[in-house]
């Protein structure tokens, strides 16, 4: 088990340098330029993971991001650890440590293997079918289901990685550095457009960099030596950048590509750390050249999934690229000829081929003489019929195919390998071209789909544009370029191409087998174990939508996006449903290509920087005095400031009575304000508020409401005129950018024949709200000098005043209902001004409050809070609040549909006060309200809204919206709870100081 | 993700814009004049087309204007951009 097929020196692998890695806990070797993959065939593991469904054991299948099988944990059990990730794709490093997914309790000894056995039994649909049944049991399955089906283990602590974000703008980005990208980039740069080269491997020059078959000649040298000279040269080319390790996840309109550049993940920890591991790197191009080639395609036949079944292309990679010899008795099983250039390959390096089974009849190609000259077996008109081996493949057997190649006929042969490379064909990877919105087109000859219909300026170019053979890759290359660059020469025009390929192919998407389908299990996607009877089976129920069947049987919804097998699937749908390919159309690629961790998607907006929070210029006091903060909006705003191990509740009950009783203080900075200008500003807030404003003195302050055009109460707050043609305006905190939006609408669509200007305020000024029976002398002491008399300073009224050197605005306004002043100064000196107050009110005992005292002293004044009171279906009239509501006004927003049917119903929610029987019981916010307890199902009349213990009642008080509340004043009503039943009495929502006597006080 | 060309500011990624629905859809001037139906029909009625759509976007995160988009729905090519006011172009 443990040989070495390393077979030969690579020039990309560095065998001096020997790194040892583990994998399933076992240690093992690789060199510098391995691929997990590549050095775990070297020590002839093939056996990597279990199949999601039926646990079958899975080996490596290919050399690239479309792996669909072996996909593993790495770094199991650290914080660095990440699940689904290929071993074609991770570079080994001393230190590595990997481990298979998708079995338990170990790849060699799975339990959910069973679930092999039992297939006749897990069918398309099978969990949809059966686990829904019945609906309590569903709980077991799931235990069964997730315990089962690893996914791979998420880290259980914090990533210690960093990541980045970087806007990346260029003329042209190349994506995929074959040699069309090569060549591509090389002659947009030399012709002055700014150019981007990005490709998922660490080398460049795709698959041609191993192509050396001799009957191919670029400029008589073999594809790879051209190509590798045309890679140094593009070291000295200006205008280009190259990335590699760099994948395009997703290619979104207007040319804006997300691509994940990988930093640091072929480092050892210690270079792991203090360095950016991977960068989002958000791309928009003038013009987008996707060179992104084709993906060999596999044969769907009869247990086509043993490990040690790979693409003939990945062989041949580990071979040439990887030194690697992925068997010692290897069989080619091919429609075309590029399973020959594969097992020539092979042989040049000594590796054993046994033989080729070729479905075509013949091919008369130079390289299949090749191959028959140096004596490899080639059986034509030949399939496979079934194959050997659990835990690693050990034989074939094959049999004649018909000639309608729906059938076997004659007798079967069995040849022993331990390695078959299967050759399907080339399918374009259109996937990123897809997801840019462009169309395709199903080439019935060439039976595969390709790039049509363009929405943004791009094009493909080389195989993922349909062109697979050298000298037509380059000639359609160097037309496109010339066309979409508008260039008159290039390097290409002189570049002499001899070719030998054929592109003879024989397609046959399902294979037969001596057995019946039912007794067969050809694979057509890997990674979710559906099977080509699935898919049939999804057909005889009746789905016959693509995107269904796809859901259906799962195939294509792996984190491969079913890369190798969807063609297959295509076109087994498109046989037995006897349509054509072209007409069924394909399924939607989405984003990304290849899976992104959450880090590269969030980049630096973590920990504190997840989300911006703004804070008010006094929150530097608050901190200091032991402040608990609560979230409005993104602001942080003191909730309530406990003393000597104060509950929240006895805080707010002790601020709540000295607020009333002598003086309070709040940081009201985080009100929205809006400054509004302009010779038409009177007649602007006419129109945006109920109440009429036209009169409002110089100097007068007055409550408004804001409805929406549909009649709802939006926002609320004070706006003072300062002057002729200028107010300023509070909103809600929350709704301060909001209302700014919509007003700036109103003006900008509807009304622009208004000379209003609105700027935002809210950050340049800093509000303290002085409340209770000494707020008067407490600003007395700050400003000795203003007259603070009701008749110079009445309620609802503004001044400017002087507090040394710093000017402010004085609003004599009260949200609480006491004797209350709104201080605004320029934001900076907000905290001096907080303290200048609470000195100056210490003899008093001024006592800061929070949110939380400010909702409960309100509530006990009946005042409404827009979002916690309302929610967007409440009118001013279901509010009681029609007093603000102009009937003189011809117009306002939202005033026409105050007279809609619906909102003139008698019978909507309306605000009402409740009052518990029990006063000590607090009732729950949100709890519904009924009228019967004996009814089934019961009417849900409406629900608390606002609920608090007031110290100043002495007693519980509740805002509650209910329907026809109105009219219910003094009706006994119940809260049901979980474990009682809570009697209520619908009361005044205005529970303290009905008469306000307490403004003046 | 696309890129708009703000009347006032020029081409800006859409995450610095806001789209606000469909345009040249005007406030009634009397809206006491109206029906429930009619006014129903102002305040709720929007077409979201497939196809050529003209639509309302705000430079939210930029110059805060208002302009008007001639979008087809069905590829998000943007087929014109005027500002508030000006005529709709011709199909
Ligand atoms: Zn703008």
Same mark, same amino acid.
């Given at each position: 088990m443990n040989k070495n097929l390393r077979v030969k020196s690579s020039e990309y692998i560095d065998e001096t340098n020997r790194i040892s890695f583990k994998f399933n806990d076992r240690t093992y070797h690789g060199f510098k330029g391995d691929t997990l993959a590549s050095a775990l065939l070297a020590n002839n593991v093939h056996l990597v993971g279990r199949s999601f469904k039926y646990h079958r054991p899975r080996g490596i299948m290919t050399s690239g991001s479309e792996e669909p099988n072996a996909i593993v944990q790495v770094n199991p059990g650290t914080n660095r650890t990440e699940p689904n990730v290929r071993a074609t794709e991770v570079e080994i490093y001393e230190g590595l440590e990997a481990s298979s997914q998708n079995c338990w309790p170990s790849v060699e000894f799975d339990i959910g293997g069973i679930n092999n056995f039992l297939s006749p039994f897990f069918p398309a649909g099978f969990y949809y079918k059966t686990f829904m049944w019945p609906a309590s049991f569903w709980e077991k399955y799931e235990f069964f289901i997730r315990h089962s089906a690893g996914l791979g283990k998420s880290p259980t602590s914090s990533d210690p990685d960093i990541y980045d974000h970087q806007n990346v703008h260029c003329d042209v980005l190349v994506v995929g550095a074959g040699i069309s990208g090569i060549l591509t980039a090389k002659n947009a740069a030399k012709n002055n457009f700014k150019t981007l080269l990005v490709d998922e491997k660490n080398e460049l020059g795709g698959s041609t960099i191993f192509e050396n078959n001799e009957f191919n000649k670029i400029d008589n040298k073999t594809p790879s030596e051209w190509l590798k000279q045309e890679i140094k040269e593009l070291k000295d080319i200006k205008n280009l950048e190259i990335k590699t390790r760099t994948s395009v996840a997703a290619y979104h309109q207007y040319n804006y590509l997300l691509a994940r550049e990988n930093l640091t993940d072929h480092l050892e920890a210690k270079d792991k750390t203090n360095k950016i591991r991977q960068r989002l790197l958000k791309i928009r191009a003038k013009k987008v050249i996707l060179a992104t080639g084709a993906l060999e395609r596999p044969l769907i036949f $009869? $247990? $086509? !999934?043993?490990?040690? =079944?790979?693409l003939s292309s990945a062989i041949k990679k580990y071979s040439e690229f990887y030194g690697v010899a992925c068997g010692s008795k290897n069989i080619f099983f091919t429609n075309n000829d590029s399973a020959y250039e594969s097992a020539l390959s092979l042989y040049n390096k000594g590796i054993n081929v046994e033989a080729i089974i070729d479905i075509r009849e013949q091919s008369e190609s130079k390289i299949v003489k090749k191959v028959k000259e140096v004596g490899i077996k080639v059986y034509w008109s030949h399939t496979i019929v079934d194959t050997a081996g659990y835990k690693r493949l050990n034989g074939i057997s094959i049999m004649k195919l018909s000639n309608d190649g729906t059938s076997v006929t004659g007798s079967k042969i069995s040849i022993s390998c331990d390695c078959l490379g299967v050759a399907g064909g080339w399918t374009p990877a259109v996937h990123l071209y897809t997801q840019s919105g462009s169309k395709l087109k199903f080439d019935e000859e060439k039976q595969i789909f390709l790039p049509n219909q363009n929405t943004s300026e791009q094009i493909s170019v080389g195989s993922c544009g349909g062109d697979f053979k050298i000298d037509e890759i380059i000639k359609n290359l160097n037309q496109k370029l010339k066309d979409n660059l508008n260039i008159k020469e290039t390097d290409l025009d002189n570049i002499k191409v001899e070719i030998d390929q054929e592109n003879s192919k024989r397609n046959i998407w399902l294979l037969p087998s001596d057995k019946p389908l039912g007794k067969t299990k050809p694979f057509v996607d890997y990674q979710n174990d559906a099977t080509a009877k699935d898919i049939k089976l999804a057909l005889r129920e009746g789905f016959r939508s693509i995107e269904h069947v796809k859901r259906y049987t799962t195939t294509g919804m792996g984190t491969d996006q079913g890369k190798l097998g969807n063609m297959h699937a295509l076109g087994i749908i498109a046989d037995t449903a006897g349509v054509k390919m072209g007409e069924l159309g394909t399924t939607t690629f989405r984003p990304p290509y290849t899976p992104l961790t959450f880090g590269t998607i969030v980049g630096r907006n973590v920990g504190k920087f997840f989300d911006i929070f703004r804070r008010t210029p006094m929150n530097d006091w608050h901190v200091e005095n032991k402040a608990e903060f609560e979230n409005v909006g993104q602001w942080k705003r003191a909730w309530y400031y406990p003393i000597n191990g104060e509950t929240m509740h006895q805080a707010v009950q002790r601020e709540s009575k000295a607020a009333r009783e002598s003086a309070g203080i709040l940081d009201a900075s985080t009100l929205g304000k809006i400054d509004i200008q302009g010779s038409d500003a009177s007649e602007f807030l006419n129109r945006v508020y109920t109440n009429a404003w036209s009169k409002l003195a110089i100097g007068k302050c007055r409550y408004g409401l804001m409805l929406n055009e549909d009649g709802m109460v939006y926002d609320d707050g004070v706006t003072t005129r300062l002057g002729e043609n200028h107010y300023i305006m509070t909103t809600t905190t929350g709704g301060a950018a909001n209302v700014l939006g919509k007003l700036e609408d109103y003006l900008q669509t509807e009304w622009p024949e208004l000379d209003v200007y609105l700027t935002s305020v809210t950050d340049h000024y800093a509000t303290a709200s002085l409340c209770g029976p000494n707020s008067k002398k407490i600003l007395k002491k700050i400003i000795p000098d203003l007259d603070l008399s009701d008749e110079s300073f009445p309620h609802m009224s503004f001044k400017e005043a002087n507090i040394g050197h710093i000017q402010c605005r004085i609003m004599r306004i009260s949200f609480t209902g006491e004797h209350s002043y709104e201080i605004n100064v320029q934001a900076s000196y907000g905290k001096d001004l907080w303290e200048k107050c609470m000195k100056a009110g210490q003899e008093f005992n001024i006592t800061p409050y929070g949110t939380e005292t400010m909702h409960l002293l309100r509530a006990e004044k009946g005042f409404i809070i827009v979002g916690q009171d309302t929610d967007g279906t409440m009118t001013p009239i279901d509010l009681q609040m029609d007093w603000i509501v102009s009937k003189k006004k011809y117009d306002f927003i939202g005033k026409r549909s105050l007279y809609r049917s619906d909102t003139m119903r008698e019978d909507r929610k309306q605000l009402v006060g409740l009052l518990t029987e029990d006063p000590n019981v607090v009732l729950e916010e949100g709890a519904q309200i009924v009228s019967e307890l004996n009814q089934n199902p019961v009417e849900m009349l409406g629900h608390v809204t606002s609920s608090y213990f007031s110290p100043n009642l002495k007693k519980s008080i509740a805002l509650a919206v209910v329907r026809g509340g109105k009219d219910m004043m003094g009706k006994k009503l119940f809260v049901p709870m979980e474990n009682k039943n809570i009697n209520v009495t619908v009361a005044n929502p205005v529970f303290y100081d009905a008469k306000n006597e307490r403004l003046n006080a | 993700m696309f890129l708009i060309n703000c009347p006032y500011c020029g081409e800006r990624d859409q995450q610095e814009f806001k789209a606000g629905g469909e345009a040249h859809i005007e406030r009634p001037?009397?809206?006491? +004049?109206?029906?429930d139906d009619e006014w129903a029909e102002y305040l709720f009625m929007r077409k979201n087309i497939k196809g050529v759509q003209f639509e309302r976007w705000n430079h939210t995160h930029g110059c805060r204007k208002w302009f008007n988009m001639v979008r087809d729905?069905? $590829? !998000? +090519? =943007?087929?014109a951009i005027y500002k508030m006011g000006e005529k709709p172009p011709s199909q």
């Amino acid at each position: 088990m443990n040989k070495n097929l390393r077979v030969k020196s690579s020039e990309y692998i560095d065998e001096t340098n020997r790194i040892s890695f583990k994998f399933n806990d076992r240690t093992y070797h690789g060199f510098k330029g391995d691929t997990l993959a590549s050095a775990l065939l070297a020590n002839n593991v093939h056996l990597v993971g279990r199949s999601f469904k039926y646990h079958r054991p899975r080996g490596i299948m290919t050399s690239g991001s479309e792996e669909p099988n072996a996909i593993v944990q790495v770094n199991p059990g650290t914080n660095r650890t990440e699940p689904n990730v290929r071993a074609t794709e991770v570079e080994i490093y001393e230190g590595l440590e990997a481990s298979s997914q998708n079995c338990w309790p170990s790849v060699e000894f799975d339990i959910g293997g069973i679930n092999n056995f039992l297939s006749p039994f897990f069918p398309a649909g099978f969990y949809y079918k059966t686990f829904m049944w019945p609906a309590s049991f569903w709980e077991k399955y799931e235990f069964f289901i997730r315990h089962s089906a690893g996914l791979g283990k998420s880290p259980t602590s914090s990533d210690p990685d960093i990541y980045d974000h970087q806007n990346v703008h260029c003329d042209v980005l190349v994506v995929g550095a074959g040699i069309s990208g090569i060549l591509t980039a090389k002659n947009a740069a030399k012709n002055n457009f700014k150019t981007l080269l990005v490709d998922e491997k660490n080398e460049l020059g795709g698959s041609t960099i191993f192509e050396n078959n001799e009957f191919n000649k670029i400029d008589n040298k073999t594809p790879s030596e051209w190509l590798k000279q045309e890679i140094k040269e593009l070291k000295d080319i200006k205008n280009l950048e190259i990335k590699t390790r760099t994948s395009v996840a997703a290619y979104h309109q207007y040319n804006y590509l997300l691509a994940r550049e990988n930093l640091t993940d072929h480092l050892e920890a210690k270079d792991k750390t203090n360095k950016i591991r991977q960068r989002l790197l958000k791309i928009r191009a003038k013009k987008v050249i996707l060179a992104t080639g084709a993906l060999e395609r596999p044969l769907i036949f $009869n $247990n $086509n !999934d043993r490990p040690g =079944i790979m693409l003939s292309s990945a062989i041949k990679k580990y071979s040439e690229f990887y030194g690697v010899a992925c068997g010692s008795k290897n069989i080619f099983f091919t429609n075309n000829d590029s399973a020959y250039e594969s097992a020539l390959s092979l042989y040049n390096k000594g590796i054993n081929v046994e033989a080729i089974i070729d479905i075509r009849e013949q091919s008369e190609s130079k390289i299949v003489k090749k191959v028959k000259e140096v004596g490899i077996k080639v059986y034509w008109s030949h399939t496979i019929v079934d194959t050997a081996g659990y835990k690693r493949l050990n034989g074939i057997s094959i049999m004649k195919l018909s000639n309608d190649g729906t059938s076997v006929t004659g007798s079967k042969i069995s040849i022993s390998c331990d390695c078959l490379g299967v050759a399907g064909g080339w399918t374009p990877a259109v996937h990123l071209y897809t997801q840019s919105g462009s169309k395709l087109k199903f080439d019935e000859e060439k039976q595969i789909f390709l790039p049509n219909q363009n929405t943004s300026e791009q094009i493909s170019v080389g195989s993922c544009g349909g062109d697979f053979k050298i000298d037509e890759i380059i000639k359609n290359l160097n037309q496109k370029l010339k066309d979409n660059l508008n260039i008159k020469e290039t390097d290409l025009d002189n570049i002499k191409v001899e070719i030998d390929q054929e592109n003879s192919k024989r397609n046959i998407w399902l294979l037969p087998s001596d057995k019946p389908l039912g007794k067969t299990k050809p694979f057509v996607d890997y990674q979710n174990d559906a099977t080509a009877k699935d898919i049939k089976l999804a057909l005889r129920e009746g789905f016959r939508s693509i995107e269904h069947v796809k859901r259906y049987t799962t195939t294509g919804m792996g984190t491969d996006q079913g890369k190798l097998g969807n063609m297959h699937a295509l076109g087994i749908i498109a046989d037995t449903a006897g349509v054509k390919m072209g007409e069924l159309g394909t399924t939607t690629f989405r984003p990304p290509y290849t899976p992104l961790t959450f880090g590269t998607i969030v980049g630096r907006n973590v920990g504190k920087f997840f989300d911006i929070f703004r804070r008010t210029p006094m929150n530097d006091w608050h901190v200091e005095n032991k402040a608990e903060f609560e979230n409005v909006g993104q602001w942080k705003r003191a909730w309530y400031y406990p003393i000597n191990g104060e509950t929240m509740h006895q805080a707010v009950q002790r601020e709540s009575k000295a607020a009333r009783e002598s003086a309070g203080i709040l940081d009201a900075s985080t009100l929205g304000k809006i400054d509004i200008q302009g010779s038409d500003a009177s007649e602007f807030l006419n129109r945006v508020y109920t109440n009429a404003w036209s009169k409002l003195a110089i100097g007068k302050c007055r409550y408004g409401l804001m409805l929406n055009e549909d009649g709802m109460v939006y926002d609320d707050g004070v706006t003072t005129r300062l002057g002729e043609n200028h107010y300023i305006m509070t909103t809600t905190t929350g709704g301060a950018a909001n209302v700014l939006g919509k007003l700036e609408d109103y003006l900008q669509t509807e009304w622009p024949e208004l000379d209003v200007y609105l700027t935002s305020v809210t950050d340049h000024y800093a509000t303290a709200s002085l409340c209770g029976p000494n707020s008067k002398k407490i600003l007395k002491k700050i400003i000795p000098d203003l007259d603070l008399s009701d008749e110079s300073f009445p309620h609802m009224s503004f001044k400017e005043a002087n507090i040394g050197h710093i000017q402010c605005r004085i609003m004599r306004i009260s949200f609480t209902g006491e004797h209350s002043y709104e201080i605004n100064v320029q934001a900076s000196y907000g905290k001096d001004l907080w303290e200048k107050c609470m000195k100056a009110g210490q003899e008093f005992n001024i006592t800061p409050y929070g949110t939380e005292t400010m909702h409960l002293l309100r509530a006990e004044k009946g005042f409404i809070i827009v979002g916690q009171d309302t929610d967007g279906t409440m009118t001013p009239i279901d509010l009681q609040m029609d007093w603000i509501v102009s009937k003189k006004k011809y117009d306002f927003i939202g005033k026409r549909s105050l007279y809609r049917s619906d909102t003139m119903r008698e019978d909507r929610k309306q605000l009402v006060g409740l009052l518990t029987e029990d006063p000590n019981v607090v009732l729950e916010e949100g709890a519904q309200i009924v009228s019967e307890l004996n009814q089934n199902p019961v009417e849900m009349l409406g629900h608390v809204t606002s609920s608090y213990f007031s110290p100043n009642l002495k007693k519980s008080i509740a805002l509650a919206v209910v329907r026809g509340g109105k009219d219910m004043m003094g009706k006994k009503l119940f809260v049901p709870m979980e474990n009682k039943n809570i009697n209520v009495t619908v009361a005044n929502p205005v529970f303290y100081d009905a008469k306000n006597e307490r403004l003046n006080a | 993700m696309f890129l708009i060309n703000c009347p006032y500011c020029g081409e800006r990624d859409q995450q610095e814009f806001k789209a606000g629905g469909e345009a040249h859809i005007e406030r009634p001037k009397q809206p006491t +004049e109206l029906s429930d139906d009619e006014w129903a029909e102002y305040l709720f009625m929007r077409k979201n087309i497939k196809g050529v759509q003209f639509e309302r976007w705000n430079h939210t995160h930029g110059c805060r204007k208002w302009f008007n988009m001639v979008r087809d729905t069905s $590829n !998000d +090519e =943007i087929k014109a951009i005027y500002k508030m006011g000006e005529k709709p172009p011709s199909q």
